[in-house]
């Protein structure tokens, strides 16, 4: 890790093509300046992604990256930071790639407790395929396959993050830039799974859930006086539906991350020539 390391390290060469307005530029712009507040550097940090416009990150980001498919990106960040406990670990990620196809996958690396962060860019509609209802999008958003709305509740994934067993949640709102980069920076220093939703404005498809709205609506917990230790507390902003929030809803200071737990601390991505000791032994006793 380095204290030389300028946001602008994190920025590659190739040209975002997300629409102009899009809240993803403000969501990334985030997550590099976290990324270098917190002393990591593009040498080792490790950028996953999944499918959507959210997937484009790891190849706008200066790092190591993989554009994974689609749902599929916790499961490669949970195999690197296995593979490598010593380096940085950031998915992104999208509300239709991380809440639908993906749900079962989160679930599962917010119980492990990797100590890795997520980034979720919510924009509550599907982007890339030109505009269709996503998991979080409101029962009555109308769209070209919904005309009449979805007729269901959106996702609560910070619901379903504490349900889970989360020991970090937090939700931002990208275009409220320094705000964003201390929460995620916070997600960053966690130890443990840093969840962090991101209220990440459409421009294109989505005119309900735009930048005034959440500009007239949110309500940010730190000058409310919230206590993200208090697990009380915590469940209570998040079941409610009625406000925008934004803030570190919770947090387990006691937080133990998988890999302490259970004694993953060497370096695992050098796998030795020729098949392990006794191991077809292993395959002649079950085969």
Known sequence: ???????????????????????????????????????????NTFVVAGIGCSGKIGTYMHSYA????????????????????????????GDGDG??????HFVHAVRRNVDMSYVVMDNRIYGLTKGQASPTSR???????????????P????????????SFIAQSFASDALRHQEIVQEAIEHDGFGFVNVFSPCVTFNDVDTYDYFRDNLVDLEEEGHDPTDYEAAKEVILDSDKEYQGVMYQDENSVPYHEKHGVTEDMSEIPDG???DAMDLVREFY
């Not at 390290?9 to 507040?37: H, I, V, Y």
């Not at 993989?66 to 990620?93: Q, Y």
């Not at 809440?99 to 079962?104: C, E, N, T, V």
């Open 99 to 104: 809440y639908s196809i993906g749900a079962g």
């Open 66 to 93: 993989l554009h994974g498919v689609h749902g599929r990106a916790l499961p490669v960040g949970t195999g690197v930071k296995m593979a490598r406990p010593d380096i940085e670990v950031m998915v992104a990620g």
């Open 155 to 166: 996702v609560n994934p910070l619901a379903l993050a504490l349900a889970s067993g989360a």
């Open 275 to 277: 098949a392990p000791e």
């Open 1 to 43: 890790m380095s204290s030389d390391v300028r946001f602008t390290d994190f920025k590659s060469d190739k040209q975002p093509t997300w629409c102009p307005g899009c809240g993803d530029f403000g969501t990334m712009n985030g997550m590099m300046k976290a990324l270098a507040e917190t002393g990591n550097d593009p040498d």
């Open 139 to 153: 029962s009555d958003f109308e769209t070209s396959t919904t005309p009449e709305g979805p007729k269901q509740p």
